[in-house]
């Protein structure tokens, strides 16, 4: 079973101003009910109703002119159902990040301390595989995953690597090609070195900065898609 995406308030309403653009066949340029209105159609808040239009603005479906009106900007459905759907996969895409900047964070700064010489000699050896099997343009994902499972097994605290892997299919999601790109990640490779390096020499706050790269590198691609 496929796990069941949280939508939030602004998206729902965003998909119903969607509804009524194409219920009123509404084209580009026309005008479209006044915020007030919208909140008075939709029994919402006019905060929610602010929050969706940002959203409808940000994937170019509609523009607020200050004094004017909403304006539908885009209304070919094919178009908008696919920038909503991207849209929504950003916003999924993001919390796994964040997620994972907690839990992952965690391990590396004990994996710093506590690993073995022969876990990190283990990660050191699927390190250098994802790197020949990019070098080489083959799918590394599989082997991605198996790196940060053995940081996990590597803090040495069984109710976290517990944790990683009750949430490793939502974690999968950063590993299985997003978007349908190909090596969607490739920037982050050389902070999983210095991270690795941190682990290595036993430096928690160096491995945890690096790591923090990582997390940074992948969320602003998310953010550029």
Known sequence: MKSIKKVSLHEMIAEEIKRYINDHQLKRGNKLPSVAELTAILNVSRSSIREALRYLEGIDVLEVQNGKGIFVKDNDELKIVAKIAVEQEKNYLLHISELRRALEGKAVELASIRATDH???EMERLLAEVISLND???????????FHKTIYKASHNPLLESVAESVSETFNKLWSKPFGIEHIFEDTLPFHFTM?????????????????????TVEKTVRKI
């Open 119 to 121: 876990e990190i000699k």
């Open 136 to 146: 080489e343009g083959i799918d590394s994902s599989k082997e991605d995953w198996a």
């Open 196 to 216: 690795m390096e941190g682990i290595k020499q036993r430096d928690p706050a160096y491995a945890t900065q690096e790591f923090n790269k990582i997390i940074d």
